[in-house]
Structure formats: structure tokens, C-alpha cells
């Protein structure tokens, strides 16, 4: 296999959202700038979510204005309503990221919306993001199960994922939020939501916390999906969603896909560094096995 697979580096947001200690603007800017000096071509840097919700992410204007924009990468940002795009807007963001669920439990718990009335709310978004040539990425989140409702049924899945689509979004990121998910389960519901969103618009976003994650996005890779979201260090978690632990790691993807051939176009070392340089602030071992082996460079 020699073809290119694209990372979503999702660290500086999904990675630091859960994170109880506040992390300074700096300390931040500084994460996303290392991030895209790795290859790495699309770094999500933070959320235009309500401050009350996640304070974590209250400093998104600081932190989007302070990164040195690298040529080339793409620096979305996650959305949740018109107030969200106007304060994103207001510092030059020019692509965003909206976020649902297939689980009508979590998306209460998570945005305080069902599922139809975020899609509601989304359409405006979406009409002024586009009217403004902002690219909108959209998530979809509980698509293996949910902490609140238990399983999903497939067909909600494919029903958002292909409402978002035909909404505008480009790329649909197709998210296991609590990781509870398997390799054939997966991969059956990729297959499903491909028959009615193109493979080409599809991204997959696992969480590690049953330790199915690399294997998940192996049957998913073997589906032919191309777009993976990932974090640096294996961080992450949703705070509203119980029970859910961090993103597979950036680096251990990185490692599996460039040991299968794949191009990523990914400099490990400078991303195990990374990682590093990040556990070292966050003051906890890193979640990546791929730097953790790899020891102190
Ligand atoms: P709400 O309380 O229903 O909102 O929250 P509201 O419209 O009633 O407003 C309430 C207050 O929030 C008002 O302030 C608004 O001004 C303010 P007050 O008048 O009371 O002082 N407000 C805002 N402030 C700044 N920016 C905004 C904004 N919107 C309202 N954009 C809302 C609804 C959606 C805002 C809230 O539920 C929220 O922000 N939720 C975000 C939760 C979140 O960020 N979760 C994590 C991201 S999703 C995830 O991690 C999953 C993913 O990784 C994929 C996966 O793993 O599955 C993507
Ligand atoms: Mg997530």
C-alpha cells in the first residue's frame, strides 16, 4: 500500500478539552505550532464552544490568533452555533467543525439539543460558512454506542452522517467517543455509512478506551477510509461523555501507517517530541507506545 493517508491532529482540542488544570494560552499556541511543524497538514486548534461548558478552551480567540499559520495546514476549529462562528470569524478562522451524535442521550448531555434541533441549528452555520468560503468539517459522535443510551442503531449513524454531508460538510468525521467499539463492528458501520456518504468524505476518530483503537482503524483503513483523526499523546476525552479516555495516539498511528507503506508525510521524531514535550506539561506519562519505546530522544 503506497497511498496517502491524512491525519487530523486532534490534540490541542479533543486533547486538552478534558484537561481538569487550566493549560496557558502559551503552553497551547506552543502545542499547535510544534504539532504543524511535523507534516502534519490539518491541526484542529481549539473549540468557540461556551466557556462555561468547557472552560479548558475558554482562551480560543488568544490561542487561534497566536499560532504561527504554516502554508498548507489547515487549522479548523469546532463550532456550535452562530455565537461560536461570529467569535471564530472575528479572528480570521477559515474552517470550522460542527458536531453532533447519532445518540440523541449524549447530544442533551453534550450541546443541550436533540439531534434535529442541532442540525437546525447548524444550517445557518453552515449558510454563512460558506457564503464566507469557510470550509465546515462535521462530526458525528457515539457511532459504536453511547455511555447513556447504549447501542446505537447503524441506521442513525448513516442518517446524520448523510444529513451533515448534504448539509455542506466536506469531510464527515465519524466518531467513537467512549471507544467501546471492535474492529468488524467498525468496519460494518464505515460500510454502511459509505453507501450513502462517499468514502472520499469520510474520516474515523477512535478513542482508546477498551485499547481497540489501532485495530478499529486498521478493518476501517481496510474498508478504505483515508482520513484519521488522531492526538498527540494519546490524549483526550469528552467531558460529557462518562467514561470516555483519550484519542488513539498521533504517534502510534503515525508508526502503524508508515510501517504498512502508507505516506503520511508525518517526521516521527519531531512528533515523539512532541508528544514528550506535551506528557511533560500535562505532568503524566505519555499515552503513545510508539514514544514511550522509542525513550527519551
Ligand atoms: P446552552 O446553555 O444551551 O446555550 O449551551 P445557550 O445558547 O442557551 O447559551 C447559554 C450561555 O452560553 C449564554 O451565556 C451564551 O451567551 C453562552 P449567558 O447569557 O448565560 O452568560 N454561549 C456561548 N458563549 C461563547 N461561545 C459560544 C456560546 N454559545 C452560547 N459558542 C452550547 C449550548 C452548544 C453552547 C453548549 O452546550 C456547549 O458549548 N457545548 C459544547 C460541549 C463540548 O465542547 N463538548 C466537547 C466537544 S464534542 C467531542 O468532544 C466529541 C468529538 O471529539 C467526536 C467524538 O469523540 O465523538 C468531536
Ligand atoms: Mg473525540
Known amino acids: 500500500m503506497t497511498d496517502a493517508v491524512r491525519i487530523v491532529e486532534v490534540g490541542p482540542r479533543d486533547g486538552l478539552q478534558n484537561e481538569k488544570t487550566l493549560v496557558p494560552a502559551a503552553a497551547k499556541i506552543e502545542l499547535i505550532d510544534r504539532l504543524s511543524a511535523t507534516g502534519l497538514r490539518s491541526v484542529e486548534a481549539t473549540s468557540f464552544v461556551s466557556p462555561r461548558w468547557v472552560p479548558q478552551l475558554a482562551d480560543a480567540a488568544e490561542v487561534y490568533v497566536g499560532i504561527a499559520k504554516r502554508p498548507g495546514v489547515r487549522y479548523p476549529v469546532l463550532v456550535p452555533n452562530e455565537q461560536g462562528y461570529e467569535r471564530a470569524r472575528a479572528v480570521g478562522v477559515d474552517e470550522i467543525a460542527v458536531f453532533t451524535a447519532a445518540s440523541e442521550a ?25 457564503a464566507d468560503g469557510v470550509a465546515v468539517r462535521g462530526y458525528v459522535s457515539t457511532v459504536l454506542g453511547c455511555p447513556y443510551q447504549g447501542d446505537v442503531p447503524l441506521a442513525d449513524v448513516v442518517r446524520v452522517a448523510k444529513a451533515l454531508h448534504a448539509m455542506g460538510c466536506y469531510e464527515i468525521s465519524l ?123
Open 106 to 130: 449524549f447530544n442533551l448531555r453534550n450541546i443541550n439539543a436533540s439531534i434535529e434541533a442541532s442540525l437546525q441549528r447548524f444550517a445557518p452555520v453552515i449558510a454563512r460558512a460558506q
Open 175 to 297: 466518531g467513537d467517543t467512549i471507544g467501546i467499539g471492535t474492529p468488524s463492528k467498525a468496519a460494518a458501520m464505515l460500510r454502511a455509512v459509505a453507501e450513502e456518504v462517499p468514502m472520499a468524505a469520510l474520516a474515523v476518530h477512535f478513542h482508546d478506551t477498551y485499547g481497540q483503537a489501532l485495530a478499529n482503524l486498521l478493518a476501517c483503513l481496510d474498508a478504505g477510509v483515508r482520513v484519521v483523526d488522531a492526538a498527540v499523546s494519546g490524549t483526550g476525552g469528552c467531558p460529557y461523555a462518562k467514561g470516555a479516555s483519550g484519542n488513539v495516539a498521533t504517534e502510534d498511528v503515525a508508526y502503524m501507517l508508515q510501517g504498512m507503506g502508507f505516506d503520511t508525510g508525518i517526521d516521527l521524531d519531531a512528533l515523539s517530541d512532541t508528544g514528550r514535550w506535551l506528557s511533560r506539561l500535562l505532568g503524566r506519562e505519555t499515552g503513545s507506545k510508539v514514544t514511550r519505546a522509542r525513550g527519551d530522544a
